[in-house]
């Protein structure tokens, strides 16, 4: 397995924020309804592939789902320590119950 992961993800396409304006992140991040659009295309995508059961393209369209989940993540000021933190508070949580509580 490698030990690339979301964070590293997250360092390598901070940078291309920085240094590379003309990239397909870059462009993402300028366009919120077309990063949002994308989002919503991959969600999708990953979907199709579950319920077809096709394991190489879910492991494709999940990838590129995390990609743009990602680049969200930047133009929202999100870390994906925020993430994991929420996460965290969930554990030992049942899931109905924490659907639940947010209704509340």
Do not use: C
Request: aromatic share 10%; charged share 35%; net charge neutral.
């Amino acid at each position: 397995m490698t030990d690339y992961n979301l964070e590293k993800l997250y360092i390598d396409l901070l940078k291309k924020k920085k240094f590379d304006k003309s990239s397909y992140t870059s462009s993402l991040l300028a366009e919120k309804n077309f990063l949002a659009k994308k989002i919503g295309e991959e969600s999708i995508e990953v979907i199709l592939e579950y319920l077809d059961n096709n394991k190489k393209n879910i492991v494709k369209e999940s990838a590129d789902l995390l990609y743009h989940i990602s680049v969200m993540w930047i133009s929202a000021n999100v870390k994906p320590s925020d993430v994991w933190d929420e996460l965290q508070k969930r554990k030992g949580i049942s899931g109905f119950d924490e659907k639940n509580n947010r209704l509340s």
